[in-house]
């Protein structure tokens, strides 16, 4: 399977690249909207890689290019940047295309990190919206602490609440989910449900804030 | 400890009285509109206890003899009843009881179940704006499977968030939810996280519903 990665070179992009191309031999490509960067980051994840005795390749361009012919498409790029990001890429993108949305949107006070949908109810109805209409969207990876994930010295036992309304492309999704060591995929219905997904993610930086042996949290549902 | 848990007839309130009078010595009083219901209850909760080898009083009476002199008061009602609830006890409460709120407010639609907050913005907020003005109001509890609390032959291995404004209140029910076996409490700072705390109820219920090998779920975070 063919991985795209947009914003792939920062925060949870950083982290889901490195667990597929260490965990699994899906082909890994990172989008950036500066090439260079995109470039230079797959190699430093190469290097990362060769060093824990891995040899991957890992490249990166565009997000257009790096779209382009891909299985899924990963939205790894803010809230306030996922319409753009969904416009820049949209004629690389058909009904065969898998569109991955775990970006949150949030805001913060002084007691702490909020849901904070757009107006459009959540970020992955925004995703839904500004998608070319045959193109499957799935919620997923919205819960996973990036810093963590983006460390292949620590171990994960997070899991994953996956949800959409193709449930082919809900299926695949939880296939690539289940291919990193220590996620477990939760199938959490249609896409209408994902506010409950998205508002987990304040909460556990919340708790990680006020709670001294905390830090880095995912979350397990027993 | 004198804990005082209105609507200990059913749902959570039920699981709680059971794990409390099992786990702690704190003395246990259930409450209910109807004082002839919690006196039943109480006998049936005893003679569980009793069968499990484990001898304790627990007694039941109105919802306002239940609250009178009671250090803690937990408010396992639904969200609708809350309110009128509170008004009922409010002259049985002072500065020195802490009112605990695990009630949350949800719909359902076809795909599932959502967090659906009352005006006030969250269910807490609601107790806080019933409760007199000099009662501390600690929000916890929200995100127990209530059926498996309550069947002491199954063990539990959960968090369960807590917030409010006043501390010491805050650390007395952080200390109450320690005293039952498997129950972490984790501190989710102030009142204003009520709502990331209360919306994590319908993914849970929504998750049991979707995937087979799960029900009766509690959160772990890790």
Same mark, same amino acid.
């Given at each position: ?18 667990r597929?191309?260490?965990? *699994? ?29 891995? %040899?991957?390749? @890992? ?13 899924? @498409? ?12 969904? %416009?820049?890429?949209?004629? /690389? ?9 775990p ?18 109810? *959540? ?5 839904? %919206? ?9 919620g997923a990876f919205h819960n996973l602490a990036?810093?963590r994930l983006?460390?292949? *010295?620590?171990e994960i036992d997070w899991d994953t609440p996956i949800f ?9 999704v939880m /296939?690539l989910a289940d291919a990193i060591e220590g996620l477990r995929p939760l199938d959490a219905g249609?896409?209408?449900n994902?506010?409950e997904v %998205? *508002?987990l993610t304040?909460l556990l ?12 949290l995912g979350v397990k549902f027993q």
């Amino acid at each position: 399977m063919r991985i795209a990665l947009l914003g792939g070179t920062g925060d949870i992009g950083q982290g889901l690249a490195l667990r597929w191309a260490y965990d *699994s031999d899906h082909e890994v490509v990172l989008g950036s909207r500066d090439p260079e960067k995109a470039r230079a980051k797959a190699e430093e994840y190469e290097t990362e890689l060769d060093s824990l005795g891995r %040899e991957r390749k @890992v490249t990166g361009f565009a997000n257009e290019m790096a779209a382009d012919r891909a299985d899924v @498409v990963v939205l790894a790029v803010p809230a306030y940047h996922l319409a753009d990001t969904v %416009e820049a890429v949209a004629d /690389r993108l058909d009904e065969d295309t898998v569109l991955v949305t775990p970006a949150v949107g949030m805001g913060r006070d002084d007691d702490g990190f909020h849901y904070n949908p757009p107006p459009a109810g *959540s970020v992955t109805a925004l995703a839904v %919206e500004a998608a070319p209409e045959e193109v499957p969207v799935v919620g997923a990876f919205h819960n996973l602490a990036a810093g963590r994930l983006a460390d292949l *010295s620590a171990e994960i036992d997070w899991d994953t609440p996956i949800f959409g309304d193709d449930e082919d492309a809900k299926e695949m999704v939880m /296939r690539l989910a289940d291919a990193i060591e220590g996620l477990r995929p939760l199938d959490a219905g249609g896409l209408a449900n994902a506010p409950e997904v %998205e *508002s987990l993610t304040p909460l556990l930086i919340n708790l990680a804030r006020e709670n001294e042996r905390l830090h880095d949290l995912g979350v397990k549902f027993q």
